[in-house]
């Protein structure tokens, strides 16, 4: 079996055709989203409608959760930048795009051959949780004790894996939003990143996908979308 997992595609459609692209070439069975697809780019509506179109379970991101409900309280700032951008948002979908989020689980489960994966987007008790490689301790308590064998998890725009307790973790990294979190300031790249998941003999590998696609495809989609601070937003890619 042949999974794809994709995540945060955050509304850039130019890098989610981008994977989709790669993950057609290679032919994949499934596909998982794990959360946060259309709260940030300039095109939410065509990237949910790319999402449905493809049939797939997705989980529910904190980015989301944003869409349907401000939160009282938020480990990510609330600010009103962000606030403009989520009513651009909104303006932009109609009904059935937020039936379409609210539809999201907050937890994904499957199985294949004896081998259990477990879905998520910060963690399995919350899309707001944080885990980064070097994290260890109380950190990781949210990820223990699951009884899966793959643990799939997005949010943090970063592509790794390691073990944790009996389970293998991977975060596929971000579609829409790649960065180098050791720069500074941030600069986003335009490479759609996507992980390949093979089940194969109840052995699990992985391999990470980045996926080139045209900055200026982006700078197009923003500059024609009305999104507020679309300038601003598209510079930011090298």
Do not use: K
């Not at 079996?1 to 989610?16: P, T």
């Not at 950190?139 to 725009?157: C, K, N, V």
């Not at 194969?200 to 990470?208: H, K, L, P, Q």
């Amino acid at each position: 079996m042949r999974l794809a997992l994709l995540s945060d595609q955050h509304g850039n459609d130019v890098a989610f055709r981008a994977a989709l692209e790669d993950d057609e070439r290679l032919g994949t069975e499934d596909i998982v989203c794990l959360g946060d697809a259309a709260q940030g780019g300039p095109e939410p509506a065509q990237t949910l409608d790319r999402l449905r179109a493809l049939g797939c379970e997705t989980v529910l991101g904190n980015a989301d959760a944003l869409l349907l409900e401000v939160p009282r309280a938020s480990p990510e700032p609330i600010t009103e930048q962000l606030l403009e951008v989520r009513e651009w948002t909104l303006s932009q979908l109609d009904h059935s795009h937020l039936e379409q989020i609210g539809s999201f689980g907050a937890v994904v489960r499957r199985e294949f051959e004896g081998v259990s994966l477990l879905f998520f987007h910060g963690s399995p008790r919350s899309y707001d949780d944080v885990l980064l490689p070097e994290l260890g301790g109380e950190r990781l308590e949210p990820f223990l004790g699951h009884d899966a064998a793959l643990l799939a998890g997005g949010h943090t725009h970063l592509q790794w894996t390691r073990r944790l307790a009996d389970a293998l973790y991977v975060n596929p990294g971000s579609v829409g939003i790649s960065y180098d979190r050791h720069t500074d300031p941030v600069v986003l790249r335009p490479l759609a990143e996507w992980a390949l998941v093979t089940v194969a003999d109840g052995t699990i590998a992985v391999e990470f996908r980045q996926v080139p696609y045209s900055r200026d495809d982006v700078v197009a989609a923003a500059a024609r979308s009305g999104r507020p601070y679309a300038d601003e937003w598209a510079a930011q890619w090298t």
